[in-house]
């Protein structure tokens, strides 16, 4: 039996932006102002404003001050955002490799570190939470070849940093459903490839961690559209998507990685169908028991 070491969590400086970001956005509708008459007010951009809504951007004390100030907000509620924005703009561990980082990836590490539940589909690669040094330093190189060695020796160093989110406690529950595809293509050579698969089938004997292979028998399914994280945090209730009773800081978010960058998501409607994809793809893929056995087969390199 393997001893599994636990994390003490504590709340990133990206969730504490998000929650204020919520409760400026609660204080706005509060005070019935629309984003483009308050930053027309203060002298800013719509954009600006919900960039710091929405958690894509921090704020400043005197920009915080000016906008609670066109909000008429007391002396008390003054105080506390201030202290949620100064918790918000500590730093984080991942930021000791910011230049190694896009923005909108150290924003989603942040997401990560907070998620109580990751939904995952991978149409190409294992999912980085999954993955060996050695597997994701062969995808690093694939994906940026351009760089010095020293840049992808740091981002493959955040890779395996992040996966201390499944030895924290609680954990949260992580569901992979990989292609097939995912199985055969030799990512690192073949020696590479089989290390990982075997560690796949370890981490499968985690409870909070479930993995299933979508076949090529299945032939068309709505993962065509690309490889996608849906992430739920507490109080946003597994599955609820939208249209809860939860706080806009709880509500889930879509993350898709492209070529030049990450996209979040967070409609209602687009959660919706990125939910109701998961679904469709969990009900086509193999079992979890039938999953570990064809990992196994090509692991021992079975066709």
């Known amino acids: 039996m393997r001893t599994v070491v636990h994390v003490a969590a504590k709340p990133s400086p990206t969730m504490l932006r998000r929650q204020l970001g919520a409760e400026l956005r609660r ?9 483009a008459s308050v930053a027309d007010q203060v002298g800013w951009s719509e954009s600006k404003l919900s960039r710091i809504e929405t958690a894509n951007t ?27 924005a100064a918790q918000s703009r500590q730093r984080a561990w991942w930021e000791a490799y910011g230049d190694a980082l ?3 990836y150290e924003t989603f590490i942040g997401f990560e570190a907070e998620a109580t539940s990751i939904r995952t589909y991978e149409a190409q690669v294992v999912p980085g939470l999954l993955q060996t040094a050695e597997y994701a330093s062969a995808v690093m190189h694939a994906f940026v070849p351009s760089d010095r060695s020293e840049v992808i020796e740091q ?16 954990p949260p529950q992580l569901w992979a459903i990989l292609d097939e595809d995912v199985l055969r293509r030799p990512v690192g050579g073949p020696d590479v490839l089989r290390r990982q698969l075997l560690r796949l089938i370890q981490a499968s004997e985690q409870s909070m961690v479930t993995i299933q292979i979508l076949p090529f028998s299945v032939g068309a399914h709505p993962g065509l559209a690309g490889s996608f994280m849906v992430l739920e945090f507490a109080g946003s209730g597994a599955g609820s998507g939208a249209g809860t009773s939860a706080g806009v800081s709880d509500q889930p978010l879509v993350y898709s990685e492209g070529l030049t960058g990450g996209v979040f998501r967070s409609k209602p409607d687009d959660l919706r169908s990125y939910l109701d994809s998961f679904e469709a793809l969990r009900a086509a893929a193999m079992t979890p028991v039938e999953s570990m056995e064809a990992i196994a087969a090509a692991a021992r390199g079975e066709s």
């Open 102 to 104: 896009p923005d909108a």
């Open 27 to 35: 204080i706005r509708d509060r005070a019935q102002r629309t984003v």
């Open 155 to 170: 981002r493959v160093a955040v890779r395996m940093a992040r996966q201390a989110v499944l030895t924290r406690q609680p």
């Open 58 to 84: 921090g704020v400043r004390n005197a920009d915080l001050d000016r906008l609670l100030t066109a909000y008429g907000v007391d002396d008390a509620e003054r105080t506390r955002l201030r202290a949620l």
